[in-house]
């Protein structure tokens, strides 16, 4: 992503050699994204994401890093990370946690049909299959208590009809959240962050094959519904209104479904989820964009976008039984 810290070429082949991964070939800069610094790495065992953590701790990387370990080793198409001898795959690189991780084949698909958005949803459940044994725990941490916290430093910035609906939206969430039906919400580790740009396909055009999902850094324990709706919401809308495609949104959920049927319950908070999930990413991008860091390539995202996905969420809730 964004390179906050940079790396030279001698201490990416330290870690390298450390790696048994042989001699570095490139290192390169990637310049998309706003949390971590991210690197290409070309060596002589192959092709490789270095990532240095920005914002994660220590203490928190083993979650995600330990996460992409269980489901690669249950058959799922995630980056999986390097260790050294002594089994070892979170590092420090300038003061900061490094990871290495073998990179995906392919490339994206920035415009999705339904034959995608099949693809992604069946991945999506069985993701959420394989995680249920996964042993470690943590909560999302950009979940109800990030938004309940991070609103009152943003809200200076916007003007008073944006307050007045994010005010309104944080407040309808946490009454949501405080409910016996969201609390019966079957739950586990989720993705969080499954964006069109977060996944990988790759075959003749129109025959493109889902080759990976990538960038759990945002991984948690939370609800699968809540990671359903995260898709949904970059998946099966119209970018430039943010109004969701029904046709790709039901086959999308048809998909899911096929794998991991989703409960009454889910179906009826389906709405109301689309409309967390798309608050969940107003406030993040509100916060970097109006308090953004330094980054040798750094553009935030504009926070137009998903005020108009909730505003869309809102007037037209969707249900997928009713497509």
Same mark, same amino acid.
């Given at each position: 992503?964004?390179?906050?810290?940079?790396?030279?070429?001698?201490?990416?082949?330290?870690?390298?050699?450390?790696?048994?991964?042989?001699?570095?070939?490139?290192?390169?800069?990637?310049?998309?994204?706003?949390?971590?610094?991210?690197?290409?790495?070309?060596?002589?065992?192959?092709?490789?994401?270095?990532?240095?953590?920005?914002?994660?701790?220590?203490?928190? #990387?083993? &979650?995600?890093? $330990? !996460?992409?370990?269980?489901?690669?080793?249950?058959? +799922?198409?995630?980056?999986?990370?390097? %260790? /050294?001898?002594?089994?070892?795959?979170?590092?420090?690189?300038?003061?900061?946690?490094?990871?290495?991780?073998?990179?995906?084949?392919?490339?994206?698909?920035?415009?999705?049909?339904?034959?995608?958005?099949?693809?992604?949803?069946?991945?999506?459940?069985?993701?959420?299959?394989?995680?249920?044994?996964?042993?470690?725990?943590?909560?999302?941490?950009?979940?109800?208590?990030?938004?309940?916290?991070?609103?009152?430093?943003?809200?200076?910035?916007?003007?008073?009809?944006?307050?007045?609906?994010?005010?309104?939206? #944080?407040? &309808?969430?946490? $009454? !949501?959240?405080?409910?016996?039906?969201?609390?019966? +919400?079957?739950?586990?580790?989720?993705? %969080? /962050?499954?964006?069109?740009?977060?996944?990988?396909?790759?075959?003749?055009?129109?025959?493109?094959?889902?080759?990976?999902?990538?960038?759990?850094?945002?991984?948690?324990?939370?609800?699968?519904?809540?990671?359903?709706?995260?898709?949904?919401?970059?998946?099966?809308?119209?970018?430039?209104?943010?109004?969701?495609?029904?046709?790709?949104?039901?086959?999308?959920?048809?998909?899911?479904?096929?794998?991991?049927?989703?409960?009454?319950?889910?179906?009826?908070?389906?709405?109301?989820?689309?409309?967390?999930?798309? #608050?969940? &990413?107003?406030?993040?991008?509100?916060?970097?964009?109006?308090?953004?860091?330094?980054?040798?390539?750094?553009?935030?995202? /504009?926070?137009?976008?998903?005020?108009?996905?909730?505003?869309?969420?809102?007037?037209?809730?969707?249900?997928?039984?009713?497509?």
């Amino acid at each position: 992503m964004a390179v906050f810290t940079e790396v030279t070429p001698d201490q990416a082949q330290a870690l390298l050699d450390r790696l048994r991964l042989g001699r570095l070939l490139s290192l390169r800069g990637i310049k998309a994204g706003i949390e971590n610094t991210n690197y290409f790495v070309s060596a002589e065992a192959g092709e490789f994401v270095l990532t240095l953590f920005e914002r994660l701790s220590f203490e928190q #990387l083993p &979650f995600y890093l $330990q !996460l992409m370990k269980h489901l690669a080793a249950r058959g +799922l198409a995630v980056p999986d990370p390097q %260790a /050294d001898e002594q089994g070892q795959i979170l590092f420090e690189l300038n003061g900061k946690p490094a990871a290495l991780v073998d990179k995906l084949r392919g490339g994206h698909q920035l415009a999705p049909d339904v034959f995608h958005c099949e693809q992604v949803g069946a991945a999506l459940a069985r993701m959420h299959l394989a995680g249920q044994d996964f042993p470690l725990h943590q909560p999302n941490l950009r979940g109800l208590a990030w938004w309940t916290e991070t609103v009152p430093v943003v809200l200076p910035f916007l003007a008073p009809e944006q307050a007045e609906l994010i005010s309104a939206e #944080l407040a &309808f969430q946490q $009454q !949501l959240a405080a409910s016996q039906t969201h609390a019966e +919400l079957p739950r586990g580790p989720i993705h %969080a /962050d499954l964006f069109r740009d977060n996944v990988m396909f790759e075959g003749l055009p129109g025959r493109e094959q889902l080759s990976g999902f990538f960038d759990f850094y945002f991984a948690g324990v939370d609800s699968w519904l809540f990671d359903l709706a995260v898709c949904l919401n970059d998946w099966c809308i119209d970018l430039d209104s943010g109004r969701l495609d029904e046709t790709r949104a039901a086959a999308f959920v048809a998909a899911y479904e096929k794998v991991r049927p989703l409960s009454g319950a889910e179906h009826r908070l389906l709405p109301a989820m689309l409309r967390a999930a798309a #608050l969940r &990413f107003w406030i993040s991008r509100l916060w970097d964009f109006h308090l953004p860091r330094e980054a040798s390539m750094l553009k935030p995202h /504009d926070p137009a976008h998903f005020e108009r996905v909730l505003r869309e969420r809102i007037a037209r809730p969707w249900h997928a039984l009713s497509s």
